[in-house]
């Protein structure tokens, strides 16, 4: 895919031109708070101040975040194959089987850090058999990724219905979801982490996923730059054809990508299901999938973009909610309208201000080429 | 109740069902067949289904929610055709834009402008869709077979049901028997070719992208202003997914489109006369299973064990002149 544009430096590339794509989506959102009669600003207050104006604030907005970095990274993967998974709701939801079973085989009798390890591995099996399938249809089947990870996203969630109000609920109780689990299922706080800094992380159930998260993120980036695999996957995801000359698989590596990608998506959720609800309930991914999307373009599908960029989505779901509740006539659901901007603006129209910026630089460059030429003589 | 009783309310309900899905799914036939995948469906029938409830509720008219659908819907149509066309975008992303804008935006402007937990309010007689009794089919219902086929399959359903299945055969009318319908597939099979013959890609997807908006804007109206009275939040409840599923399902055909939309609410509808009652043979049949149904068997065919699915060849590319 060569890029028709003309190359900019990296700060504007990864810098300015992600900046500006988010800004154009807050005036938007901006704008929708117009429309319902409220002060813009007032909302931004909130969710600046919802979100890091105290500890405990802190606490879940790197909650949240936690989350979105594993989604972010899982569509990141894919997106370097030149895949999109757009099927990460799904396989979230069916990687927390591995992490129920894990938990409701263990919690009694083992402390958490021998349940933990287990529950990884059980969430990255599954999460990795539910996006097994549909990389395989694609690689041997020619059937259309996007297409069929939208279905099983449909199919996950009719199955996870079914298996938490008639398989994995316990005897006599009335509500879709597992037991509580004991204390073994439960990951500890992070709390020693923000206090720190001073901070009170209050009833935030910040914890150690998070740094399950970062590890992942490195390992992503071992991934994706360090090694064979990866140099693989850039460049079927750069020019299929150009992969195919050099004797790569296609097929090999378009089903090894879904699976890491799976497997990673799977792992979000050990933050819901261990380290917050310490159980499983119907729809914990709550949309976690789709943010993944977001998160991933407005990082460029780096790690190093895609952890800041899951911490400003942590900071609008937690945010959001404070301005839920400092101002009634705007819910949550504003949230969600901010993600659809910054996926419309960061992803389908990433280049609508491309030009100018660029013809901007080029005048700037123009006007310092002939000063440094006056000077000179 | 007698076993063909059972059968024709199941199938009026089918019907019913069906409408949005048929509406939908054309509507993705058009912009599909122009090389544009859309699956922004379920965020264009909200943002409609929003609209006409709205509307509705404000002007008292029915007829004026339906127009609102229909701009709100083109509206939406074009910001696709803006990201997708003009910027050339992934298309996938500007579907998935919209879809969350449509979701967040209804909810929030819904709750502000009527306060009913994001519900527009309940519509009266004038401003909603009212079924249509075909002539005597009050007084044929006693005769056996023939009666309830007429009185409750072909009569009474509403304006818009009807306008659904006359669609049918006038996309495909427009799509195959028309100059502007040669175009827009050829758009989305081979663009090169159709701007080499003067003709231009922009304008023609453009065109395919209204023609989408309208279509939708149908489907929501039905849903707002006919099946109940009233928009609820997030009312579309996947019908988008669903209709891109029948898209695939009828291999982008406008008459197998109305047959995968009718298959899809007849299941939705025996899945809901099934609950809690075993199937004779197979017993009890999970609800979740046939809800998810549709999607399998979409998986199915799109891995080619049913015949091959083949999308229009030129569909989710953005055109690229002079390369």
Request: aromatic fraction near 4%; avoid cysteine; proline fraction near 7%.
């Given at each position: 895919m060569s890029s028709p544009y003309a190359k900019l430096p990296g700060w504007v590339e990864y810098g300015l031109i992600p900046l500006v794509n988010l800004a154009v989506a807050f005036l938007m959102a901006g704008l929708v708070v117009l429309l319902v009669g409220e002060n813009p600003l007032e909302a931004a207050y909130h969710l600046i101040n919802g979100a890091f104006g105290r500890g405990e604030y802190l606490g879940f907005t790197l909650y949240y975040a936690t989350t979105f970095i594993f989604t972010g990274l899982a569509v990141a993967v894919a997106f370097h194959a030149g895949l999109f998974n757009i099927g990460g709701e799904g396989q979230a939801y069916v990687g927390g089987i591995g992490v129920a079973l894990a938990c409701l085989w263990l919690d009694q009798t083992m402390p958490w850090f021998v349940v933990f390890p287990l529950a990884i591995l059980g969430s990255a099996f599954f999460g990795a058999a539910w996006a097994f399938l549909p990389g395989w249809l694609q690689a041997?089947?020619?059937?259309h990724i996007v297409i069929t990870t939208i279905m099983f996203n449909f199919i996950a969630s009719s199955l996870m219905v079914y298996l938490l109000t008639r398989v994995l609920k316990p005897l006599g109780s009335m509500s879709p979801q597992t037991r509580t689990f004991a204390e073994g299922g439960q990951l500890p706080k992070l709390d020693w982490l923000l206090a720190i800094f001073g901070l009170d992380i209050g009833?935030?159930?910040?914890?150690?996923s998070f740094l399950l998260a970062l590890v992942a993120a490195f390992c992503v980036w071992l991934l994706i730059w360090r090694t064979k695999l990866g140099y693989e996957m850039r460049t079927m995801g750069h020019s299929p054809s150009a992969a195919r000359y050099a004797g790569m698989s296609e097929s090999r590596i378009t089903v090894i990508t879904m699976m890491i990608s799976g497997a990673l998506a799977g792992m979000m959720a050990l933050n819901p299901i261990m380290g917050e609800q310490g159980r499983m309930q119907l729809d914990f991914v709550q949309g976690a999938g789709f943010v993944g999307i977001a998160v991933a373009l407005m990082g460029r599908s780096h790690p190093a973009g895609i952890i800041p960029a899951a911490v400003l989505f942590g900071m609008l779901y937690q945010g959001g909610a404070e301005i839920s509740f400092e101002?009634?006539?705007?819910?949550?659901?504003m949230i969600v309208i901010i993600q659809g901007l910054v996926i419309l603006f960061a992803?389908?129209?990433?280049?609508?201000f491309r030009p100018a910026i660029a013809r901007l630089f080029a005048a700037s460059s123009r006007r310092a080429a002939v000063v440094a030429q006056t000077k000179g003589a | 109740m007698d076993f063909f009783h059972v059968i024709v309310v199941l199938l009026e309900s089918t019907i019913r069902v069906s409408v949005p899905l048929i509406f939908a799914a054309l509507a993705g036939l058009f912009t599909e067949r122009a090389g544009i995948f859309d699956i922004g469906l379920e965020g264009k029938m909200l943002g409609a289904a929003f609209a006409a409830g709205a509307v509705a509720a404000v002007t008292q008219s029915v007829w004026m929610g339906l127009l609102a659908a229909i701009l709100i819907s083109v509206a939406l149509s074009l910001v696709h055709g803006y990201a997708s066309?003009?910027?050339?975008?992934n298309q996938i992303v500007s579907g998935v834009a919209i879809n969350f804008i449509v979701a967040g935006s209804t909810v929030i402007l819904g709750e502000a402008w009527f306060r009913q937990g994001g519900r527009t309010p309940a519509l009266g007689e004038g401003s909603r869709f009212q079924t249509i009794t075909f002539p005597y089919a009050d007084s044929i219902r006693e005769i056996p077979i023939l009666g309830p086929v007429y009185s409750d399959l072909l009569s009474g359903h509403f304006l818009l049901t009807y306008v659904a299945f006359a669609m049918v055969p006038i996309s495909w009318w427009i799509l195959y028997r028309t100059r502007f319908g040669l175009r827009l597939r050829a758009v989305g099979e081979n663009p090169g070719a159709v701007d080499t013959a003067g003709i231009s890609v922009i304008w023609m997807r453009y065109r395919a992208v209204i023609c989408c908006g309208i279509l939708c804007g149908f489907a929501g109206a039905y849903l707002s202003l006919a099946m109940t009275a009233g928009f609820v939040k997030g009312m579309t409840a996947g019908k988008g997914y669903i209709a891109l599923a029948a898209l695939i399902f009828a291999k982008w055909r406008p008459f197998n489109i109305m047959l995968a939309c009718l298959l899809f609410g007849f299941l939705d509808a025996l899945a809901i006369r099934l609950q809690g009652n075993p199937l004779p043979l197979i017993g009890q049949v999970p609800v979740q299973l046939m809800q998810a149904l549709p999607y399998i068997l979409t998986v199915i065919l799109l891995a080619g064990f049913i015949g091959k699915a083949i999308p229009p060849k030129a569909g989710g590319v953005p055109y690229v002149k002079e390369r």
């Open positions: 041997k089947r020619g059937s009833t935030a159930p910040f914890n150690v101002m009634p006539s705007i819910s949550r659901d992803g389908a129209l990433e280049n609508m | 066309i003009t910027q050339r975008g």
